[in-house]
């Protein structure tokens, strides 16, 4: 069972503007909720930025989910490219 606490969620722009504001959004919120936002804001960058550089669509948001929960803080950053999964490879060789 989900006893979900406090939730947060937003959309922003594919642009390295929109991660940077997903970063300040994300502190801010956790702020307000009297949790430690340092290592989860770093977390919120890198994954905001993999979003705008790796899944870019134009024209396409991103979005950021922070959820709290009992002992846990989850964060989530779905970007546009929902659309095509990573896919895996097989090694290539020895080693």
Same mark, same amino acid.
């Given at each position: 069972? *989900?006893?979900q606490?406090?939730h947060?969620h /937003? $959309?922003? !722009?594919?642009?390295?503007?929109?991660?940077?504001?997903?970063?300040?959004?994300?502190?801010? $919120?956790?702020? !307000?909720?009297?949790?430690?936002?340092?290592?989860?804001? $770093? /977390? /919120?960058?890198?994954?905001?930025? *993999?979003?705008?550089?790796?899944?870019?669509?134009?024209?396409?948001?991103?979005?950021?989910?922070?959820? /709290?929960?009992?002992?846990?803080?989850?964060?989530?950053?779905?970007?546009?490219?929902?659309?095509?999964?990573?896919?895996?490879?097989?090694?290539?060789?020895?080693?």
């Open positions: 069972m *989900n006893h606490l406090a947060f /937003v $959309q922003l !722009s594919a642009t390295p503007r929109g991660a940077r504001l997903a970063r300040l959004l994300a502190v801010e $919120q956790l702020r !307000s909720w009297g949790l430690p936002f340092e290592r989860p804001a $770093q /977390v /919120v960058a890198e994954l905001a930025a *993999n979003a705008v550089t790796h899944g870019r669509v134009p024209g396409r948001d991103f979005r950021l989910d922070l959820a /709290v929960t009992p002992g846990l803080l989850r964060i989530e950053v779905v970007d546009t490219r929902g659309d095509r999964m990573p896919g895996f490879r097989e090694p290539e060789g020895e080693g």
